[in-house]
């Protein structure tokens, strides 16, 4: 099925807290935009359950490339997590590992997806979220592996509430010495307010960690209530190997912009900031969460989406003080255009996002070679007339590489100059 809009195969938005199944319509410039985000019928072999494991079937993939210029890719399909690699940059790649030998329901659509993170030992390390039977109700879950891809450990779930409520929206980051950050969007706080009689808006952002690459993990921690209930999370590690977080918060008024917390050590999150002023003020949630790239040199480069009165599409904001302040938002993208992601290897920077032209989706990209203070006219790097996942970057010694999938075809990794 062809996308009948760009905003609508883009940003399509959640009802209120994500309470139900209904959608709010997007306006754009005042106009309503007609039907919604629809996924495409699976045919063929994809249509298949019984069929073999291949990547050309998954909705959405995720990749990183470890320190050999391996790139790894991460997978669901028919309730299996599958994992493979490439030693040629995705010419071809080895057979799939499966990770769960028993199924699950794993959430592989849009903002929520499987996740894949390598350490400098080459350690392999996944997160996911798996659907439980009540509605809306999901755990994340953590397997990794020792031995260079061949066996993974037994999944196990993070989160340490264990009732049967929202944790999702994962997001995970690596540490230099190998320590594993993984953070949720987690209802336990919205649930026990709810019992006493209370008001919560959205929901809570927890976080665990391990320092013995994922044998054990530190007891669950909360770094903010009161997040956006559905939209993706960013991560880095800043120069100093503390994480660095940033979401789609709930400020006072219903005003959903974004804010970043830098750690001031792995048990002890720092003081939330504000990134952006965009004062975008909607009793619902858009699916549509930041970028995050942090450079050597300590510069915070993130992309983001408003669709506020006066300042709606997309933008880009740097911070040099460890996300206290950012420079003034550069607006960049068409209208329509969508989740961008943003990646900062040295002083070069690269930002790709997605736009529908009329007839195909396209992803663009523009660069900066000055630490984001000044961006190259955006180009055209990838089309698609058939639907299309997010577009991701990843680096390897030194160059930048578009992660894409589209419908029912192989997952692309291009090299982007």
Known sequence: MKILSSFL??????????????????????????????????????????????NLCADTISSAFDNQGV???????????????????????????????????IAADGESRPKVKLDAQGNIYLTWVLTLDKKRST??????????????SEPVTVNDNVEIIRHRFDSMAIGKNGEIFIAWLDARDIEAEKKAGHEFKGLSLYYTWSKDGGAHFYPNQRIATHTCECCRLATDIAPD????????????????????????????PGDTQRVGQDNWKIDACPHHGPGLSISASGIY?????????????????????????????LKFGNEGA?????????????????????????????????????????????QTAQSGDQPFLIGDNGKFYLSWKTQQQAFQLKLVE
């Open 301 to 329: 480069h993130e992309v983001w989406f408003s669709n506020s009165p006066t300042r709606q599409g997309l933008f880009y904001a740097y911070s040099t003080d460890s996300g206290q302040h950012f420079s003034e938002q």
């Open 71 to 105: 790139v790894w890719i991460t997978w669901a399909n028919n309730d299996r997590l599958y994992v493979q690699s490439s030693k040629d940059k995705g010419i071809s790649f080895s057979t799939p590992v499966l990770i769960n030998s028993k199924p699950e329901a």
């Open 9 to 54: 195969f883009i940003a399509s938005l959640a009802a209120s807290g994500c309470a139900n199944d209904a959608t709010v319509k997007p306006t754009v410039d005042g106009k309503q935009a007609q039907g919604h985000h629809h996924v495409p019928e699976k045919t063929g072999i994809c249509a298949d359950p019984k069929a073999l494991p291949v």
């Open 241 to 268: 190997n503390t994480p660095v977080i940033s979401w789609r918060h709930v400020f006072d008024g219903d005003i959903r912009d974004h804010a970043l917390v830098k750690f001031n050590d792995w048990n002890t």
């Open 338 to 382: 969508s989740h961008p992601h943003v990646l900062a290897l040295g002083s070069q920077v690269r930002v790709v996002w997605q736009e529908f032209d009329g007839t195909n989706n396209v992803i663009k990209l523009m660069k900066s070679a000055d630490d984001g203070k000044s961006w190259s006219e955006p180009e055209s790097i990838a």
């Open 139 to 152: 755990y994340v879950r953590f397997s990794h592996s020792t031995d260079g891809g061949k066996h993974f």
